[in-house]
């Protein structure tokens, strides 16, 4: 039984070397992670990138021996956390710009920041629905 998961996953990883980060989207779970890592090396091969493509090998190792759908959805979960407190951070400080009256630069500036971190936001949350 293990050897026919780690073949599975060595076909997978090897499968999509080189596929682009938008046809990791239409997978799920463990599957994606891998594919998107494997993007990831595909990219850090390209530009040469030694550093890079030691932590990123590592990164699919550890994925193949410890992925789970439980553990992929608390990682969605974590990030989307994550983008939300920075969301929150980010009204604060327009608010707090407005409310000092600041320069008009300095407030579209903040303007800028806020909608940056709700897109980002967006894109969590698609990503885990997509589970």
Not at 15 to 32: D, H
Not at 35 to 40: A, F, G, P, S, Y
């Amino acid at each position: 039984m293990k050897l026919k998961t780690i073949l599975t996953l060595a076909l997978f990883t090897i499968s999509f070397i080189g596929f682009s980060q938008s046809n990791c989207a239409t997978l799920k779970g463990c599957e994606r992670k891998l594919c998107e890592l494997n993007v990831k090396l595909a990219n850090a091969k390209k530009a040469g990138n030694q550093n890079q493509i030691k932590g990123v090998e590592e990164a699919i190792a550890q994925t193949k021996k410890n992925c789970t759908t439980k553990t992929v959805n608390k990682d969605l979960d974590k990030k989307v956390k994550e983008k939300q407190q920075k969301v929150n951070e980010r009204t604060a400080d327009l608010n707090e710009a407005i409310k000092d009256k600041e320069s008009k630069e300095k407030i579209d500036k903040k303007r800028k920041k806020l909608n940056e971190a709700k897109a980002d936001l967006n894109k969590a949350l698609a990503e885990q629905k997509t589970k």
